[in-house]
């Protein structure tokens, strides 16, 4: 998983999360991908993320405007600064970590 968020303070403990995940289809990187991320949101941002999955094959035009180059794909448009995590979220202390949130 590529990580570009390396160094940063975590965010405060009551900021809402706005997360956008980009996958292709229902390929096994993609469903594991979901399901990780979803489990990671609820064990530690209940009720303060908004989490929208995009599909890049029935919704290209986001994926282009985002400009998305590797899937699957997790950008955090809020708190703070867009940061963006690269593959299927398996690594929850990197996750943790590229989202600001102390594990």
């Keep these: 998983m590529i990580d ?9 403990e009551d ?3 706005i997360l956008r ?15 990780n991320l979803k489990n990671i949101c609820e064990n530690h941002l209940k009720d303060r993320y908004e989490l929208e999955i995009i599909d ?11 400009q998305i180059i590797a899937l ?8 703070g600064i867009e940061r963006r995590l690269v593959g299927d979220m398996s690594n929850k202390d990197r996750v943790l970590s590229g989202l600001g949130i102390n594990s």
């Design 15 to 17: 900021s809402k999360y």
């Design 21 to 35: 995940l980009f996958i292709t289809g229902a390929s096994p990187n993609s469903t594991r991908a979901v399901s």
């Design 56 to 66: 890049v094959y029935q919704q290209p035009d986001k994926a282009e405007l985002d």
């Design 4 to 12: 570009h968020s390396m160094g940063f303070e975590p965010e405060p």
């Design 72 to 79: 699957p794909l997790l950008i955090k448009k809020a708190p």
